[in-house]
């Protein structure tokens, strides 16, 4: 099976999994919604590019995504952050290779944009353990076709490790279980094993991977242990981290070529600046306007 198709019936059977058992804020015709809606903006965007057209699965887990892990008070907005999502795989590219994971790219545009109309939500598909065991089984089979394994491992390992060491140790009001408890969250761990993973947009290299892992479980850290723990924080690393190794990944081919040197640049400070943006805002939970 195409590895996009088998990440889209894994997402598909984890939303159905989520309307029945769990608690997915989007009711089944407003998913139907966002997936026809999805269709044509990929027929669009093909047209726009004078392309064939060619189902394309992995823009559809993009949709499935959204709807898990963010709520929006307007329905409409959905349309909004998705259509960005889509564009930017199609049109914020270099030599065809996008940056971001359009999931995510999805989730940080529904901030910036609408910060009191939208929040990350990770307790959509509730925190049975015996639908968290079905996730990580359906992840590890395609993290070992796409050799990704050692990312979530190694990400595991680092947060839990940071975590405790920078939060637990120095703040008496943060408590281990307070940790531990964010790993009975089934989205929390559909975000480690399916968003983090994405093959376009983290390193193909072993070493590169174990950096790339510590370096989001550091970073998020950090920003929990200067600004208070958000949840956002991961999503907002993953952020930074994917066009950063996205570069590294094709310095060796391009090292030479100043405009893409320039391109990346310009990337990363327009990043850096969208992150200040959201860090910069109050904090906020589940009470949105």
Known sequence: MHI?????????????????MGFVYLSWYQILGLFLFTLFVELLFFKIKKEKYYFNFSSFSTAIGLALMMVMTDYMLYFVVLFLALAQKHWLTYRGQHFFNPSNFALIAGM?????????????????????????VMALIILYRIKRLLIPTVFIGGYLFFQYSMLVVYDPMFLSEDLFRRFSSVSFIVFIFFMLTDPKTTPERYELQVIF?????????????????????????????????????????EKENRSFILYFVILLVLVLSAIIYLELQPPYYFAMD
């Open 112 to 136: 910036l944009l609408f910060y009191k109309k939208s929040h990350i939500v990770v307790g959509q598909l509730s925190q049975e353990i015996y639908l968290a065991y079905v996730v990580v």
């Open 213 to 253: 892992s510590l370096f989001l479980a550091v970073l998020s850290t950090l920003l929990d242990y200067y600004y208070g723990y958000r949840v956002q924080h991961l999503f907002m690393v993953l952020f930074i981290l994917s066009p950063l190794f996205v570069f590294f990944n094709m310095l060796p081919q």
């Open 4 to 20: 996009q198709l088998h990440q889209f019936f894994n997402l598909l059977l984890l939303l159905l999994l989520g309307q029945t």
